[in-house]
C-alpha cells in the first residue's frame, strides 16, 4: 500500500488538470492580516502565557482565532504553512494539484481508509477551505435546533463569515443544464440562489470570486485583533500538558506541546486564569487523534501504544463518518468549461445530487493525471495487492496514451448521502502526530445508506434522460445507462475490487465505486466526548470545537457550518 499511496494513489484526488499564473502575494498584501510566525522562532525561555491556546488553523479555527483575540490574548497553532503565493491552492483551475501533491510541504495530506477509499486532509492555514470546491451552504434550521446552538446567534455567525470570503457563481452551461435537468427530473421547486438548506435545486455560494480566485478561512484572520493574535505555523502539536495534581477534581489542560519545521521541541502555556483554555480545532481527523496522544482516550487503545492515561473515555475515535459519493461520467460532444460544485439537488430521501466538469480543457489534458478518475490509478484496484508494481502502473500510464480523447470530454453528476447512518472509528497507528491514524468508515453498512445510493442513481438517470442532456452528449441522443456506469466504475477510483455485476446490479455498483467527497466527521461526538458547551468532558481548561464533534454532516456541504461554529 506504501508503494502506490506515497507515489501514484495521492496524484489527485479530484477532476482537473490545468494551471496559471497567481497573483496570492498581492491579495496577501490587500489583506492586511496578522504576521505569521515560523514555529522556529517561538521563544523556548520567558515567553508569554496566552488567554487561549487554538490548536489547528483551519476552517474553525481561524475564525474562532479572530473573534476570541478581540478581547483575549490567542495563540493560533497550525501544522502548515500559509496558502498565500501558492497558486495551486488560490485558483480554481488548479484544484486537483494541492491533492496530488505528496511532497511535505503539499497542504494536503492524503490517506487511505482501510475501507479501500482514497481521502486527504488539509495542512496549511485555512484547513479545508484550501483544498475544497468551495461551495457554500448553510444547514438546515433543524440541524441547528437539535445541535442545540442559540439560532439568533447562528443568524449573526453566518453573515460575518459571508460578508468577508464568499460570492455568488456565475453558473456554468454543465451547472445550468443540471439544474434545469433536475426541475425536469421532479427535483423542485426552483428555490434560485440561496445559501439556505431548501427542498429542491439551487445555487448555492462559493468560495472563489468572478476571477476563480479561493478566499480561505485565513482571509478571516484580517478581522482579527493583531495586537493580541500570534499565528505560528509548521507547527505540531503532538501533546496537551496537564496539570494533574493531587487535590485538583479533575485534569486540567495548562499548555501544549509542539514541534516546529526544524524537529525542535517547545511548549506553550496558558495564564493562570480560570477562564484560559485549550481550544482543539484539529478537525475530524487530527482532533481526535491529538486527544489520544494526550492520554484521552479508549484504555486499551493507550495501553496498546505506552500513553499514560489522564482520563479514560471509550468515545474518543469512535461514531466516525464519510458521507459516501458516488459519480457517473457523462461523455460530451465537445470538451466543456471547468466548474467545481454550483447548483444542488436537495431531495426528501436524504440524496443531494451536484455535479463537476472540466477537467480536460486543452488538447494535452490527456498526458495529466485526472485526480480519482487517472486511468493508471483506476485500473490498479483490478490488481491483486502484491501485484500492484511500478511496471503496472507504467502499464496502464502508456495504455492511456491510446484512449480516444472524448474519453476525456465530459463531465460528472454525483450523488452523495445525508447522514450518513454508517459509522466507524478511528485508531492510532503509531504516537508520531505527523503519521496518519487509521480510519474506517464502513461505507453502506446500514442498509438505508445504500438504498438512498441506489435512488440517488436512479434520479441521475431521470435528469440524464431529459433533453438538457441528450442534447449535449457525444452521440447526440444520449447514452445507455449500461454504458454510462461501464464507464464510470473506471473513473470512480478507489481500491475496493469491482465485481462482474457492477451494471447489472445498482447496490453492487454503489459499493464498488464509492469515493469520497472530503465531509468525513466524527470522533469527538457531543455527550459522548464533549459536553453541550463543546468542553471535553472530565477535564478543565479544554475543548474541542471543529466536525469531529457532529453526528451528520450539516446541510450539502458543511464548510458554511463549521466557519461558523468558529465565529
Not at 37 to 59: C, M, N, W
Not at 516 to 541: A, E, L, M, N
Amino acid at each position: 500500500m506504501d508503494l502506490i499511496s506515497r507515489r501514484v494513489v495521492f496524484k489527485a484526488l479530484v477532476f482537473l488538470c490545468f494551471i496559471r499564473s497567481s497573483q496570492g502575494r498581492d491579495h496577501f498584501t490587500k489583506l492586511n492580516l496578522p504576521p505569521f510566525l515560523k514555529a522556529s522562532r517561538f521563544p523556548t525561555f520567558q515567553h508569554e502565557a496566552y488567554d487561549y491556546i487554538i490548536v489547528g488553523g483551519g476552517t474553525a479555527g481561524c475564525p474562532l482565532a479572530s473573534t476570541l483575540s478581540q478581547k483575549f490574548k490567542v495563540l493560533l497553532l497550525e501544522r502548515g504553512g500559509s496558502p498565500y503565493g501558492n497558486r495551486n491552492i488560490t485558483l480554481l483551475e488548479n484544484f486537483h494539484i494541492c491533492l496530488a501533491d505528496v511532497s511535505p510541504e503539499s497542504p494536503a495530506q492524503g490517506f487511505i481508509s482501510t475501507d479501500g477509499v482514497i481521502n486527504a486532509r488539509a495542512k496549511v492555514l485555512g484547513g479545508g477551505t484550501c483544498i475544497n470546491a468551495g461551495f457554500y451552504s448553510r444547514a438546515k434550521p433543524s440541524f441547528v435546533q437539535q445541535a442545540g446552538w442559540d439560532a439568533d446567534l447562528v443568524n449573526q455567525s453566518y453573515p460575518w463569515v459571508e460578508e468577508r470570503i464568499v460570492h455568488w457563481p456565475k453558473v456554468a452551461p454543465w451547472q445550468a443544464a443540471l439544474r434545469d435537468g433536475l426541475l425536469e427530473a421532479g427535483v423542485s421547486p426552483y428555490n434560485g440562489y440561496t445559501y439556505d438548506h431548501l427542498y429542491g435545486t439551487k445555487v448555492g455560494g462559493t468560495i472563489f470570486d468572478e476571477t476563480g480566485y479561493r478566499h480561505t478561512a485565513a482571509d478571516l484572520l484580517a478581522a482579527a485583533n493583531p495586537n493580541n493574535l500570534r499565528v505560528l505555523l509548521y507547527a505540531s502539536v503532538n501533546k496537551i500538558v496537564f496539570n494533574t495534581k493531587q487535590g485538583h477534581r479533575k485534569p486540567r489542560a495548562i499548555g501544549v506541546q509542539f514541534k516546529d519545521e526544524n524537529g525542535r521541541h517547545h511548549q506553550a502555556f496558558l495564564r493562570e486564569e480560570r477562564g484560559s483554555e485549550i481550544i482543539v480545532s484539529a478537525g475530524a481527523i487530527g482532533s481526535p487523534q491529538l486527544l489520544l496522544l494526550s492520554g484521552i482516550g479508549p484504555r486499551n487503545e493507550l495501553k496498546k501504544h505506552n500513553i499514560s492515561v489522564t482520563i479514560r473515555n471509550e468515545h474518543v475515535g469512535k461514531g466516525m463518518s464519510d458521507n459516501p459519493m458516488n459519480s457517473i461520467f457523462v461523455p460530451m460532444k465537445s470538451p466543456t468549461k471547468q466548474s467545481l460544485i454550483e447548483t444542488v439537488g436537495i431531495t426528501d430521501a436524504g440524496v443531494f445530487i451536484e455535479a463537476s466538469s472540466g477537467f480536460s480543457q486543452t488538447d494535452d489534458s490527456i498526458h495529466c493525471h485526472h485526480g480519482i478518475m487517472s486511468a493508471e490509478i483506476g485500473q490498479l484496484s483490478t490488481i491483486p495487492p502484491k501485484k500492484r508494481s511500478f511496471n503496472a502502473i507504467q502499464k496502464y500510464v502508456d495504455n492511456k496514451y491510446s484512449l480516444p480523447k472524448e474519453v476525456f470530454d465530459g463531465g460528472f453528476i454525483l450523488e452523495k448521502i445525508d447522514g450518513p447512518l454508517s459509522t466507524g472509528n478511528l485508531v492510532l497507528v503509531d504516537t508520531d502526530v505527523d503519521s496518519n491514524p487509521s480510519v474506517t468508515f464502513n461505507y453502506f453498512q446500514h442498509p438505508k445508506d445504500l438504498s438512498r445510493c441506489v435512488y440517488g442513481i436512479k434520479t441521475i438517470e431521470k435528469i440524464l434522460k431529459t433533453n438538457h442532456f441528450t442534447n449535449l452528449t457525444a452521440n447526440g441522443a444520449g447514452y445507455p445507462m449500461e454504458t454510462l456506469l461501464n464507464m464510470s466504475i473506471s473513473a470512480n477510483i478507489n481500491l475496493i475490487p469491482k465485481h462482474t455485476n457492477d451494471t447489472t446490479s445498482l447496490e453492487q455498483f454503489c459499493r464498488d465505486t464509492v469515493t469520497t467527497i472530503w465531509h468525513y466527521h466524527g470522533g469527538c461526538h457531543v455527550g459522548k466526548v464533549v459536553d453541550q458547551q463543546y468542553r471535553v468532558i472530565g477535564i478543565s481548561g479544554l475543548r474541542v470545537v471543529d466536525g469531529s464533534t457532529l453526528f451528520r454532516s450539516p446541510g450539502t456541504n458543511p464548510q458554511a457550518t463549521v466557519l461558523m461554529m468558529g465565529r
